[in-house]
């Protein structure tokens, strides 16, 4: 139990488009959802979390601008990177809050790795 | 965003051989989790440890979460090649976790 699926696994787009990633967890249902972004090498950083029903909450230096998270279901977040740079080239996962589960933690998704050309 | 500091960074040891690594921070956390990544996926959950002094084993892994709920570690016993991979730590607060530098192992035959 607690799957956590993300699509695409990969992506690559033109500089100034638009990209949606998906993520659900498969088998439970999560009011949180969280969305991290990891550089080569380096570790996860958290750009928001995920509220199903209500606006995402941003950590500092994220611009919700440019990552529109939209959370309509249990059991969906998705992460829209808006007019995408080659700065923005990431591997970005997401997990969901399973906390109410016999197993505590998050799980994780597979993560999207998107380059931008 | 805050990370918490991993040790070692990297390291490379002979299959067989004991590995063992800790992170600390300067915040206290109500949990202390560890993962292991491999390349291109997301992290795997290890152990979870819920509270200050536990000590947890989870097959060949040991982790406990210290007493003044500021730092963690990992033992892993008796290494395999499978074991190859970025482990991460990872600090939970009531909303979120935060995570660790990374130590990435590598494992000779």
């Known amino acids: 139990g607690a799957v956590v699926s993300q699509h695409p696994s990969w992506v690559i787009c033109k500089s100034g488009t638009s990209v949606k990633i998906e993520c659900r967890s498969l088998?439970?249902?999560?009011?949180?959802m969280f969305w991290y972004r990891q550089f080569p090498k380096q570790s996860l950083m958290l750009m928001a979390t995920?509220?199903?029903?209500?606006?995402?909450?941003?950590e500092q230096g994220v611009e919700k601008d440019k990552f529109l998270i939209n959370h309509a279901s249990l059991t969906l977040s998705t992460l829209t990177v808006t007019s995408a740079h080659p700065e923005d080239s990431s591997f970005y996962i997401c997990?969901?809050?399973?906390?109410?589960?016999?197993?505590?933690?998050?799980?994780f998704g597979s993560g999207t790795r998107l380059t931008v050309v | 965003g805050q990370q918490l500091n991993q040790s070692p960074q990297s390291m490379f040891i002979q299959e067989g051989e004991d590995v063992s690594m800790n992170c600390t921070s300067s915040?206290?956390?109500?949990?202390w989790l560890w993962y292991k990544q491999d390349p291109g996926e997301g992290p795997v959950l290890l152990i979870a440890?819920?509270?200050?002094?536990e000590l947890t084993s989870n097959g060949r892994l040991t982790a406990q979460f210290g007493i003044t709920r500021k730092d963690s570690f990992l033992n892993i016993s008796a290494s395999i090649p499978s074991d190859v991979g970025i482990y991460f730590c990872?600090?939970?607060?009531?909303?979120?976790?935060?995570f660790g530098t990374g130590t990435r192992l590598q494992v000779t035959l």
């Open positions: 990872a600090g939970g607060t009531a909303s979120k976790l935060t």
């Open positions: 997990s969901a809050d399973n906390r109410d589960l016999s197993n505590y933690g998050y799980t």
């Open positions: 915040s206290i956390f109500n949990t």
């Open positions: 088998d439970f249902q999560a009011t949180t």
């Open positions: 440890l819920y509270k200050a002094g």
């Open positions: 995920s509220n199903e029903g209500s606006k995402a909450t941003y």
